[in-house]
T-cell receptor, first 112, second 112 residues
Framework: KAGVTQTPRYLIKTRGQQVTLSCSPI?????VSWYQQTPGQGLQFLFE???????NKGNFPGRFSGRQFSNSRSEMNVSTLELGDSALYLC???????????FGQGTRLTVV | GENVEQHPSTLSVQEGDSAVIKCTYS??????FPWYKQELGKGPQLIID?????GEKKDQRIAVTLNKTAKHFSLHITETQPEDSAVYFC???????????FGPGTRLSVLP
């Protein structure tokens, strides 16, 4: 069974630009969660989607948004990038929110 | 919401020794506790998990114990090997937000 796939692996963007990250979950998993990982703040929850609906959202500004498609693939978008948005963005998929969650390799975003 | 603390932040052990990482959580309603291992440049990998109706779970050299009364759970690694060197994260479900809350991580170094 293929694991969680995130693309791209690395991104360099300029302040003020926007970026879209993609996540393909494990086949059959309908819950997709996104996390931001930084050395200072650790792993922080961004949002969770289940069957194309955002069920939960973490404490991030509205510049961070996401969506989920009918095939459970998910994208997250960050608009008006700031230097502080530089981080590893991780996607995790699971059958349900309290089921084992499996992470992708992450997308390393650098904002310059 | 849920708050997860994790200790120690760094741990060095000799190859063959045991390693123990401890976590405490705040929400008594939390019922699912996974542990993740993250190697450099990779996403977190689920290594073991435990539900609140179980006190202990073992998988080869890895075990997790849960004390619901004290609201703490621990990861035990026996006969450590150099390839066990990584950052380990514990997590608990935030039953309000229905998302994982992660501990700050423990950097384990197994010295040959």
């Amino acid at each position: 069974k293929a694991g969680v796939t995130q693309t791209p692996r690395y991104l360099i963007k300029t302040r003020g630009q926007q970026v879209t990250l993609s996540c393909s979950p494990i086949s059959g998993h309908r819950s997709v969660s996104w996390y931001q990982q930084t050395p200072g703040q650790g792993l922080q929850f961004l949002f969770e989607y289940f069957s194309e609906t955002q069920r939960n959202k973490g404490n991030f500004p509205g510049r961070f948004s996401g969506r989920q498609f009918s095939n459970s693939r998910s994208e997250m978008n960050v608009s008006t990038l700031e230097l502080g948005d530089s981080a590893l963005y991780l996607c995790a998929s699971s059958l349900e929110i309290d089921s084992p969650a499996f992470f992708g390799q992450g997308t390393r975003l650098t904002v310059v | 919401g849920e708050n997860v603390e994790q200790h120690p932040s760094t741990l060095s052990v000799q190859e063959g020794d045991s390693a123990v990482i401890k976590c405490t959580y705040s929400d008594s309603a939390s019922n699912y506790f996974p542990w993740y291992k993250q190697e450099l440049g990779k996403g977190p990998q689920l290594i073991i998990d435990i539900r609140s109706n179980v006190g202990e779970k073992k998988d080869q050299r890895i075990a997790v114990t849960l004390n619901k009364t004290a609201k703490h759970f621990s990861l035990h690694i026996t006969e450590t090997q150099p390839e066990d060197s990584a950052v380990y994260f514990c997590a608990a479900i935030d039953n309000y937000g229905q998302n994982f809350v992660f501990g700050p991580g423990t950097r384990l170094s197994v010295l040959p």
